[in-house]
């Protein structure tokens, strides 16, 4: 297959390039580097294999060949990140995502979506399956990334539904490991580089909120599974309007923390002796966090296999090399 992979310099986006090529298809990675790396492809690009772009998706694309996949990972995904850059975020989620989706159907080709938990906003039921519609406050601050994404799904199963594309639709939990940015803001990368440098870890609020987090390799195995699968596989559900293979699926680890726990444990496994803030809480941040994957285990035959403590011992060793 020849795979096309927008944000393909990202954090997760570039473990999904690799992922690609271990696998013997050839990838072309669109980035425009706004928030990914290309120290995190540089590797990759002696491959044969694989082909960089340097492209803002919001643009119209023109890939010229064959494509067989179009993966869209391209978007801000961090608070940081989204806070930052509103009107990106929500032009990448709009207009990227309806490029994208041209371009698939041009060439013919299978279109996988990465969506968000976010589409749950701050949920009212724990854990949130894929049938759950939400709790999105769509004019607060992290609404342009929960619309961003919302929009986004909708547009993919239109697409679906009207022109016959083969869609796929991954709403990814908390994902964590290496090639997160140091300051990205999010929740493990900040603990473990406050960790790090002897600086007090920020819990916001009093920390009984929770969170799940997935290893990387874990989440880019059932993005590529998600991805490969046969669109024949399941049947659509027509009480929830799940639509089979086509409809949303669940990526993320079902075991759940609270943030002070994982605090907690980031300063045993560092061996810091950082102290944990506290400070108010930031506005519509979700209470509780925790996927609901039995439609992942079903149709992909998927369930994490990295335990946290394994995933956080990896993601300290790299943000140690980082930190020197």
């Given at each position: 297959m020849r795979v096309v992979i927008t944000g393909g310099a990202g954090f997760v986006g570039s473990h999904l390039c690799e992922k690609f090529l271990s696998l013997w298809h050839t990838v072309y990675c669109l980035d425009n580097l706004v928030t990914g790396k290309r120290e995190n492809i540089q590797h990759l690009e002696k491959e044969r294999n694989f082909q960089f772009g340097l492209h803002d998706v919001s643009r119209y694309i023109d890939v010229p060949g064959p494509v067989d996949a179009v993966l869209h990972l391209a978007s801000p995904a961090s608070p940081v990140d989204y806070l930052q850059l509103p009107i990106q975020t929500l032009k990448v989620g709009a207009l990227g995502t309806h490029n994208a989706l041209g371009l698939a159907k041009a060439k013919s080709a299978r279109f996988l979506l990465a969506s968000t938990s976010e589409v749950y906003g701050d949920p009212l039921v724990n854990p949130q399956p894929e049938s759950y519609w939400g709790n999105v406050n769509p004019v607060g601050p992290r609404g342009v990334y929960d619309e961003a994404k919302r929009?986004?799904?909708?547009?993919?199963?239109?697409?679906?539904?009207?022109?016959?594309?083969?869609?796929?639709?991954?709403?990814?939990?908390?994902?964590?490991?290496?090639?997160?940015?140091?300051?990205?803001?999010?929740?493990?990368?900040?603990?473990?580089?406050?960790?790090?440098?002897?600086?007090?870890?920020?819990?916001?609020?009093?920390?009984?909120?929770?969170?799940?987090?997935?290893?990387?390799?874990?989440?880019?195995?059932g993005l590529a599974r998600l991805a490969l699968a046969d669109p024949g596989r399941a049947e659509s559900d027509g009480a929830?309007?799940?639509?089979?293979?086509?409809?949303?699926?669940?990526?993320?680890?079902?075991?759940?923390?609270?943030?002070?726990?994982?605090?907690?444990?980031?300063?045993?496994?560092?061996?810091?002796?950082?102290?944990?803030?506290?400070?108010?809480?930031?506005?519509?941040d979700p209470k509780v966090r925790r996927p609901d994957i039995a439609r992942a285990h079903k149709l992909l035959a998927w369930?994490?296999?990295?335990?946290?403590?394994?995933?956080?011992?990896?993601?300290?060793?790299?943000?140690?090399?980082?930190?020197?």
């Open positions: 929009f986004a799904e909708a547009i993919t199963l239109a697409y679906h539904r009207h022109h016959g594309i083969d869609v796929r639709i991954a709403r990814i939990f908390n994902t964590y490991g290496p090639r997160m940015r140091p300051q990205d803001g999010r929740v493990v990368s900040n603990f473990i580089v406050q960790a790090l440098r002897g600086e007090s870890l920020t819990v916001y609020g009093d920390g009984t909120q929770t969170r799940s987090f997935c290893y990387v390799s874990d989440l880019v195995e929830s309007g799940l639509e089979g293979i086509h409809g949303p699926v669940n990526l993320g680890n079902p075991v759940e923390m609270t943030v002070a726990d994982i605090a907690r444990v980031i300063l045993r496994l560092t061996a810091s002796s950082s102290r944990i803030e506290h400070r108010p809480l930031p506005v519509d369930t994490p296999q990295v335990s946290l403590e394994e995933g956080f011992h990896a993601t300290i060793q790299y943000f140690r090399t980082r930190l020197l």
